[in-house]
Nanobody, 123 residues
Framework: QVQLVESGGGLVQAGGSLRLSCAAS????????MGWFRQAPGKERTFVAG????????YYADSVKGRFTISRDNAKNTVYLQMNSLKPEDTAVYYC????????WGTGGMDYWGKGTLVTVSS
């Protein structure tokens, strides 16, 4: 079992940057696939970025490639999402998620979820 707590959300102007953090409890953090998802008002939750156990492989939704970077620090049980060149369409609640083993980057492939942090990008 792992508990996830996101932080770092807030209000930013278009073109700005934010860094989200997700702190995980438990001693086996390094064994989990980790992902960031987002949900805009009235829309489904969608994949944003993912990273494998050791951090050597990363994956991104097309909409954020080149702007967002996911990373993890297994010594600190933390995964990050650096978001640059933010756009109003990036406005959403961002969720951190962990998977016991890789089953794809859909929401059904993740086993644990945080409560989310709100990111608002103004135009």
């Amino acid at each position: 079992q792992v508990q996830l707590v996101e932080s770092g959300g807030g209000l930013v102007q278009a073109g700005g940057s934010l860094r989200l953090s997700c702190a995980a409890s438990g001693r086996t953090f390094s064994s989990y696939f980790m992902g960031w998802f987002r949900q805009a008002p009235g829309k489904e939750r969608t994949f944003v970025a993912g990273i494998n156990w050791g951090g050597g492989s990363t994956y991104y939704a097309d909409s954020v490639k080149g702007r967002f970077t996911i990373s993890r620090d297994n010594a600190k049980n933390t995964v990050y999402l650096q978001m640059n060149s933010l756009k109003p369409e990036d406005t959403a609640v961002y969720y951190c998620a962990a998977g016991n083993y890789f089953r794809g980057w859909g929401t059904g492939g993740m086993d644990y979820w945080g409560k989310g942090t709100l990111v608002t990008v103004s135009s």
